[in-house]
């Protein structure tokens, strides 16, 4: 189910200190037993049951009976929790409607100061393996939940958009991070794959342009394709950048020509653009 801004407003302090307990107890505990989480929230017995009841019901938090009774945070709560924290610091307003669904992420409208994106990392089980296979700031622990992984998912994104669009990149600008949750500016257009283009060379070239100054900046998106470039219109920005990786990695070479290869199969499918993609690996490197 989408993440409801109701469900946020109406969540009590008491649900709340159960929702921040479990996310710290959940570093230690895969299940977090039942008489360590009412200790850790000073709650009466009856008042966390009717509590986590609540919040069951959400389905913001789970349980299991096997081998002990203990209760998990999952997406949603650690979602409320980000997006409560957005809201305090004042970067957060109101949270719009759901606007997109990706491998990894949900896209929300919001407002803040003006119109804004929040995008939620959601990292899976197939995703998570990646992670922990392929990033080397994973901590480890014996037990790494999901949701910790998107955090770090989120945090790899936020790196790279403050550097990329301090550096030019045409880039969403982010604006705040909390947990596995990202703030950034509201871009008007529509993805690649959703529009016919009347100078396809013009824009091809200005992706081309970004991604060369991304690699100069050190950043290879990793996973470009017509999904994650988006255009409004008067300018090029490229999209979800997460999986970025170093020109130093040991695959850098493989990654980036399988996003250049992505990008010169799609414009030439299209458009009939005349571009090898060791050409292109050329003009991205200098």
Known sequence: MPLSADEIKELHKYEYRILNSLE????KYLWVPEDVLRKSTKLSESEMKYRLGRLMEMDMVKSSTKPYTGYQLVFKGYDALAISSLVTKGTLNALG???????????????GLGVLVIKIHRVGQRSFQSVRLNRSYIPEWKHFPWLFASMESAKM????????????VSVPVPIA???????????????????TLEEPQEIFDEVVENLAKAYR?????????????????????????????????????TILRRD??????????????AKTTDEVINLVIG
């Open 97 to 111: 409607s759901l606007i997109g669904v990706g491998k990894e992420s949900e896209v929300y409208e919001a407002l």
């Open 260 to 273: 250049i290869n992505n990008l010169v199969n799609y414009f030439s499918k299209k458009y009939g653009l």
């Open 24 to 27: 710290w107890l959940m570093k």
């Open 217 to 253: 900046l050190g950043y290879i998106h990793s996973d470009l394709s017509e999904f994650n470039i988006m255009v409004d219109g008067e300018k090029v920005w490229l999209i979800d950048w997460p999986q970025w990786r170093e020109p130093s990695h040991p695959n850098a070479d």
């Open 177 to 195: 991070i909390n947990r596995n949750v990202i703030a950034m500016s509201f871009i008007p257009g529509l993805n690649l794959n959703q529009v």
């Open 157 to 168: 994104e936020f790196t790279a958009l403050s550097t990329l669009q301090k550096g030019g």
